[in-house]
């Protein structure tokens, strides 16, 4: 048994066997997923389309605010940690006075890292609101728009009835003037 060269990587040991795969992609709208047309679909398919990215908002909003709340936790920690060098480093002389101040500092820190917590939330809270009214908005036109097809639908059926009784009267009269014709001497 004789042992062969090594080949370069990516080389196919035996010949018969296809090499790796040529990086070739899909040509577009050939495959399963051609692009449709957006215009053509259902309303309500568009309304759960809208409340689904109003799902993926809200899950968006949660998982800000849980980052945004973990920076704070970490701010706050490093803070902590910055006060702990602070106070290994100053002599023994430090005073009450100067522990105060680093307190309302962090305080201060504190609460203003709160309300800007607070403010983004309130923004993205009211953004969800505007968003879900103008879904509830748009649900109101989709029902509106429907009742008024029904009724166009109606008066069409109604006009259709009309036109088939005149000219059933009609056709019934040509006839009885054309055989009152042919009666007469």
């Not at 399963?32 to 409340?51: F, K, M, Q, V, Y």
């Not at 009724?151 to 054309?178: A, F, G, K, N, P």
Request: without cysteine.
């Amino acid at each position: 048994m004789e042992a062969s060269p090594p080949r370069p990587p990516g080389q196919p040991t035996d010949p018969t066997v296809p090499g790796p795969p040529t990086g070739e992609q899909p040509k577009p709208g050939t495959g399963e997923h051609a692009a449709t047309d957006p215009h053509s679909t259902d309303p309500h398919e568009r309304i759960d389309g809208l409340r689904a990215w109003l799902a993926q908002v809200d899950r968006k909003l949660g998982i800000r605010t849980y980052a945004f709340a973990a920076a704070v936790v970490l701010a706050l920690a490093a803070a902590a940690v910055a006060i702990v060098f602070a106070l290994q480093l100053q002599e023994d002389s430090a005073t009450n006075d100067d522990l105060d101040a680093l307190k309302g500092q962090l305080g201060t820190v504190q609460q203003s890292a709160s309300e800007a917590a607070q403010e983004d939330v309130q923004s993205l809270s009211d953004r969800l609101d505007t968003l879900e009214g103008k879904v509830s908005s748009l649900e109101g036109d989709q029902t509106t728009a429907d009742d008024e097809l029904q009724v166009v639908q109606d008066d069409i059926d109604d006009l259709r009835t009309q036109i088939d009784d005149l000219e059933s009267s009609s056709s019934s009269s040509s006839s009885s003037s054309d055989s009152g014709a042919a009666g007469s001497p």
